[in-house]
């Protein structure tokens, strides 16, 4: 039953089978929603079509609620690509950004605030940049209207560039001062919490004691620090213990980002670092974790170089490199590691996809890996790449470096949350970007609850849901529940399927049949709608 005069005021989801998001279910029943809540679920058949109500027969489908993507970097992306296409065809209504470091706030003044426009160009290219700050920046997405919700993170990167630039050393007691006063800023304004990106300039300059401080900003606040740790290969344990510490000093709830360990000869390493998160949280530390569920990661190229090499940006990077004795030195640590005793990154050509480049001269080296190039230009293929970073610092490529096993015994810990670490993304963009911007959700469904079983499926879904949904605060969102707010989604667990491949990636997930964002449909019947009803959520005091 509808009003013919309008638009529904309501909808009645009937014949479905509910799984609440607390890893309940399912369980047969009906659910309506008014306005931007769950008015009732109830037995099926209980309840009644009212005037104006629109009847939605999903027989033979499970709905949940909508998914909350933990750890993305979509705020780049959503003023260019606000109806998340490639986010909400695989269920998603919530998107967790700011991560890795790296927020378009708070943006520093003249040439800072260039270093954090390229700093996070892959992201995003086309952003307006007119804003200085977190309320800024969310006057903005609400002014643009998107398709998701967004719940924003402050990033440690963007904080020290607006403060310091790419400085490499210690920052000073005024310094530190006016760092503490940005994230303060940001979280009074509602962030989440703090995010950092110890791998990539300028995070990897900051010392523990830095962070420290920062986070007891955040703790102050009831946010979370949220962490890519300062390495994820050899010495992933080392890069543990001093996340774990900052949280320990701090007070702050860590959150450790996309869990993984990279690097052939370091596969099973993660059997170590979950047998320690384990024990901080028998003592008390706050910890949860987040993966994505592919055998790949994807960075930029930058990362792949010594921090010291990046310091200044990507003109004084090509200019190191432009410099002979520079360049070997830059070589030679990249093959061999540092002499001072730092952790080694492993670099595996073979291993080195580039997904995208910034100058159109290298779009035909997209998809290809670093070994195959350099066989046709017979070069070694580090130098390929030191040859490319000295032109095109925009080289993002994508990682086959994480073993199976180490995927399904993350997934396996019952404080991993799903997450895509991707951002929005529509067919057009171009490129061979990693495939989880369109398929993580779907994947996990698919691959690791149909096929595999490593997860049951109320199980997965918790994971997507109320895991993340209550690491951020978000009390009435990620539950099925009567008063909660109407994020709901309907799939097929049958038939949902990821399509997007590393070879093909622009492809969206199918078997999710219809998606709700705060009542108003998003998706019907596999189409979206063209509805923008996301919000930017704050933080409420925890």
Known sequence: MTDENGPPCGFLLVGGRVLDG?????????????????????????LAATAGEAVVDITGKVVAPGFVDIHTHADFSLPTHPSAA??????VTTLVVGNCGFSPFPVGTDERAEMLRQATAIFGRELGWHWRDLPGYAAHLAEVGTAVNVAPLVGHGAVRIAVMGYDRRDATAAELTEMCRHVEEAMSAGAFG??????YPPGTYAGRGELVELCKVVASYGGMYSTHMRNEGEQLLSALDEALDIARQSGARLQLSHHKVLGRRN???TEASLRRVNSEIESGVDIALDQY????????MLALVPAWAAEGGAAT??????????????RAEVLDGPTDGRPKRDFEPDTVMISSVGLDEHRHLVGRRLDEIADEYRAEPVDVMLDLLARDPAVEVVIFAIGDDDIERVMRHPRVAVASDGWTMHPDAGGTPHPRSYGTFARVLQHYVREREVLPLPEAVRRMTSLPADRLGLADRGRLLSGAVADVVVFDPELVTERATFTDPHQFASGVDHVWVGGTPVVRNGVQTGAR???????EAL
């Open 293 to 300: 569920p592919y055998p790949a990661s994807s960075t930029t």
């Open 533 to 539: 009803p996301g919000v930017v959520l704050r933080r």
């Open 22 to 46: 607390l890893g309940g279910g399912p369980v047969r029943a009906d659910i309506r929603l008014r306005g931007n809540r769950i008015a009732e679920i109830a037995d099926p058949g209980a």
């Open 194 to 199: 703090m995010s950092s990106g110890l791998i």
């Open 267 to 269: 596969w099973g390493l």
């Open 317 to 330: 990077l090509a200019a190191r490199l432009s410099d002979p004795a520079t360049r070997t030195a830059i």
């Open 86 to 91: 490639s986010m909400v065809r695989q269920g």
